[in-house]
Structures are given as C-alpha cells and as structure tokens.
C-alpha cells in the first residue's frame, strides 16, 4: 500500500477513536466505563505512537515513539482489567490503594523501557531496516509481554462468560462486540511472535479504530448504554415481577423475561420494540403514567387462563445521567390472592358490624327496659319490708352495672368503625350536664354524694349529643364509683377561644402517680372495684377517650392518692359555623 494512503487510513482510524472517546465519555457515570476510557485514550496514545514512528526517519526518533506505544501498550492492561472487574459487580473488593499499586506496578515497567539505554532490560537488539525499526525483546520483556496477554485472556473469558448469562437478544450482538475486541490482541501476540512482521503489522493495529466504531455501532443499537447501565446482568431476568422499560417516543426498548411471559399469556406476544400505546391500550390510567413519565401506582386486571387477575403496577421515571424525561419503568405485581384477602377481611367486617347491630337492639332494649321496670321498684320501696328493699337495691345496683357496661362495650364497638359517622351541633352544655346527673341521681343519692353542676347557662359546644351525653356520663359513673359516702362532685367549664374544657372533679379516694400513667398508657383494660365494692369493665374511659379524639379534643387527667381526681376533656365551643 502507498505509504500515503497508509498515512491518510491511520489518520483516519485515530479519528473514528476520538469519535468513540466522546460517545463513551457520555456514560462515564456507568459502572465500569471509567476505566474503558482509560482503555481507549492508552489506544489513542498507542495509535498517535505508530503514526509518528512511520512518520519519521531516525533511529532516536523511531525508538521514542516506540517507548511511547510501549507505555501506552503497557497501561491498557491495567485499564481493562479494573473495566472487566467492575463491569462484572466485583466493585467493593477492590480499594483505592489497590488500584494505584496495579497501575504503579505497570507505568514502573514502562519506565524501564525509556531507561533502556542504561539497564538494557528491555530490548535485545535496535535497528533499521528499510526505514522500519525492527526490535528483540530480553527474556524479561517477553515475560512481561506474556504475562500481559495471560491477564488480557483472563479477562475475555470473564467477558465471554458475562455475554453467555445477559439476555439473549443482547447475547449475539455482545459476542460480535468480544470477537472484535480481541483483535488489537491477537495482533499484538503476532507481533511478539515475530517481531519481523511488526513492520507491516503496525498500520493494522491503528486500523483497529474501524472496527472500534463497529463496537461502538453495536453497542449503541442495542443501548447497552441507554437502556440499562453496562452492567446489566441476569439478576432482571430472575425478578418474579414483570419489568417493560420505555423510552420518551413510547417505544418498549427493554423487558425482562417474566414480562414477556406474561404479555405473551394475555395474548400480546414479543414486546419488545413495539408501542406501548398499543399495549396499554385497556389501561388508560398505566398507559398515561407511561407517557407523562410520572411516578405512581395503579391498579389493573386481566384475565389468564380463563381466571381475573389483579395487579399492582409501579410506574417510574427513567432517568439516563441524571436527565429527566427519558422514558418510564413499569414494574407489575400481582396482588391477586393479597386483594382476595382483603376482601374476605372486609367482608368479615361488615359481618361484625352487622352482629353489632343486632346485639345492640336485641340485648341493649331488654336491659333498657328491665332497668326501667326496677326503678318503679325502687321509686316504691318504701313499700316493701326491709329484706325485700335490699333485694330491690341489689338487683337496681346490678342491672345499672350491667346495662352500662353493655353501652360502653356497644359504643366502644361503635367507635372502631371507619365509617362511623358523628353528628356535631350546637349544645347547651349546661343542659347536658344535667341530663346526665339525673340518669345516675339514684347512684348519687345512694352514697349520699352532692354533685354540683357548677356550668352557667350560655355555654356552648359543637359535638355530637349522643357523644358529649357518653362522655360526661362515664366521668361522672366513675366520679362516683370512686367517692366514699357523703363525697362532692363538681361539674365546671372553662371557655378560651373557640375551645371549652370541661373538667370533672371529685373528692375521693384519687390515685397513685404509676395508677394514673397506666390509665392513660395503653396497658390492657383492668378495672378496680369502687369504695363500696362496684364492678366494672374498665371500658368507659377508654370510650369516652377515643369520642373525645374523634371529636378533635384531647382528656387528660389530675390525681393525688386521699385527695381526689380532677378529669378534662376539650370540645370545640360555640355554635355551627
């Protein structure tokens, strides 16, 4: 070949490098890549090398730009070998010290060859012949050289091993990609062989830049870069979830194997390079989280092998360097036998509720109306001789007990519902109050204990009646549960803006500090018996809790062992609106 026309490829070839050096230099945040630049900037070195060797005429000339390939030559090793150990996910066992002591181990062996003159470790023999610079390598240098190409060989078979486990529409093009890269080395390996032949062997090494750009080709056309980063391995193809990648024009450029299995079983076949538009035509909402690029999740079905099946899809935005709106990712889960449960929990549910209604009507009315019959009993007591009056007191006692336990069980029940519905209103506190001391005068009177009702008229509160009517209800039951004979209740409120605290107070025999942190702590229900020996379930504070927090208040408690209990509770004050 014309030595001008050898001149004008090289030139050439160097240029399709730096082509390639940019593209690659665009994904340099990608596992691995780093270290390829390193490769293909030693490459370009190397290549400049051999142009301005074949490009000069003397000896001294010739023999530094072969140092330069020969440095150039010698760090590509190190370069490559980092590349395949990171590209293949061995990153973390590698530190930093390591890397600078493999590279040093290599640029110290490149200083030889430019002290050779001296040492004379390198190189056998030095001439021209023909104008071309022929060398022999020392046994020293050929070991180096071997143990080299041992290194560069190892790392191919990791590569080719790497190819062998990725997806199989990337395999073929992968293994074209390996078959090229091997020839710079097969060549170099001949050159070594021979060193004869280096001199019409070097031109082809600086062609070697052609088919670079063939890699480069093939690399981009199955976006290795843009897809995925290079180091995609099997661990999305052994995802039990189903994975389609889409680029910005809507176009599937990526899925893994299980979603292709699973378009293929609801009767889509290959999807890969088709439109999602096309795909996601029966699921609108999918199809705009696609193409907005959104995060979000949806939920969807579709029928496979005659059955309904649910799923859960996550749609996130594909981000390639860090850009926004490159594509989206959708990763799809199927909560079939998850939604089936729910459904059987709801189902249980609204089966709850309904044996809470029934249970409500049909033990509550009966009670109701026992209760009601007793207290004509005891109205007309005075009646009845002394042994039957206890017996009327006794059963009057134990009715109450068990009518208002069964109220606080029912509305305790009440309250867990979701769809629990309050009724707010403008209330008359004052009157509430009152109502309240006169459905528990006989408890009151039985253990002759004033409660004074110390709430002036005119204040007014926004909450359910049913609900205030429970809360005062169960403070006041306790008040007196826990008031020895001839004790006092009082009833007060306090208004500070648009909040009422309601506070009720007794003298009785009030509670330990550890006593009154486990009222409000949590712990399981346990309920003490008052001071003449009354029973209870412990459940009407809990109730009259919760109401109170559903009505957007807060109760709290104040409490000295000997010197009473003081209950708050806040409510919204004043009237609708």
Not at 297 to 304: F, K, P, T
């Amino acid at each position: 070949m014309n030595s001008t026309v050898e001149l004008v490829f090289m030139i050439a070839s160097l240029i399709m490098m730096g082509v390639i050096l940019f593209f690659v230099y665009g994904f340099r945040r990608e596992r691995g890549v780093r270290y390829l630049i390193g490769v293909i900037v030693c490459r370009i070195i190397y290549s400049s090398g051999i142009i301005m060797e074949r490009s000069s005429d003397l000896l001294d000339e010739k023999l530094f730009f072969r140092h330069i390939q020969s440095t150039a030559m010698n760090l590509m090793v190190p370069f490559f070998l980092l590349f395949v150990y990171q590209l293949i996910g061995r990153e973390k066992l590698v530190k930093p010290l390591w890397k600078i002591m493999l590279i040093a181990v290599f640029a110290l062996w490149s200083l030889l060859s430019w002290l050779d003159p001296e040492l004379h470790a390198i190189y056998r023999t030095i001439q021209l012949d023909n104008g071309h610079l022929i060398t022999t390598r020392t046994p020293y240098s050929v070991a180096f050289s071997v143990t080299c190409y041992g290194i560069l060989a190892v790392c191919l078979y990791f590569l080719f091993q790497y190819i062998r486990n990725i997806r199989s529409d990337f395999r073929k093009p992968g293994m074209w990609v390996l078959l090229l890269a091997s020839l710079p080395i097969v060549l170099e390996i001949a050159k070594l062989a021979n060193p004869v032949s280096s001199s019409w062997l070097l031109p082809f090494s600086v062609y070697c830049g052609f088919t670079g750009t063939v890699m480069l080709a093939i690399t981009l056309r199955i976006k290795f870069f843009a897809t995925v980063p290079i180091a995609r391995n099997i661990v999305m193809d052994t995802l039990q979830e189903s994975m389609v990648i889409a680029n910005a024009s809507g176009k599937i450029i990526d899925s893994n194997k299980r979603a292709s299995e699973w378009f293929s079983e609801i009767g889509y076949g290959a999807v890969d390079g088709r439109n999602i538009a096309e795909l996601l035509a029966a699921w609108p909402e999918w199809h705009k989280l696609c193409t907005s690029m959104q995060q979000g999740r949806v939920e969807i079905d579709a029928w496979l092998d005659g059955e309904r099946k649910i799923y859960s899809v996550n749609v996130y935005p594909l981000r390639i360097l860090r850009k926004q709106g490159q594509g989206s990712i959708s990763l799809i889960v199927d909560i079939t036998e998850k939604q089936r449960h729910l459904e059987q929990i709801a189902q249980l549910n609204r089966l709850k509720d309904q044996l809470i209604t029934i249970v409500s009507h049909d033990i509550r009315s009966p009670l109701a109306a026992q209760f009601q019959l007793v207290e004509l009993l005891e109205e007309d007591r005075e009646s009845f001789g002394a042994d039957h009056r206890e017996i009327v007191e006794m059963l009057g006692s134990q009715i109450r007990n068990t009518l208002g336990m069964t109220n606080n069980l029912l509305e305790w029940f009440r309250s867990q519902r979701e769809d629990m519905t309050l009724r707010p209103q403008s209330l008359e506190l004052a009157e509430v109050v009152e109502e309240c001391c006169q459905v528990l005068l006989i408890n009151s009177e039985a253990k002759q204990i004033s409660v004074n009702n110390g709430i002036g008229l005119g204040t007014r509160v926004y909450v359910d009646r049913e609900v205030l009517g429970l809360i005062i209800r169960n403070l006041l039951s306790n008040a007196i549960k826990f008031t020895g004979l001839g004790g006092k209740i009082d009833v007060h409120a306090q208004l500070s803006g648009d909040t009422v605290t309601v506070s009720v107070r007794d003298n009785g025999v009030g509670m330990e500090e550890e006593q009154l942190r486990r009222l409000f702590g949590g712990t399981p229900l346990h309920s003490l018996a008052g001071t003449l020996g009354e029973k209870g379930a412990g459940l009407g504070l809990l109730v009259s809790r919760q109401f109170v927090e559903r009505s957007g208040g807060s109760l709290w408690a104040e409490s000295k062992a000997g010197q009473g209990s003081a209950f708050y509770f806040t409510m919204r004050g004043g009237a609708e609106g």
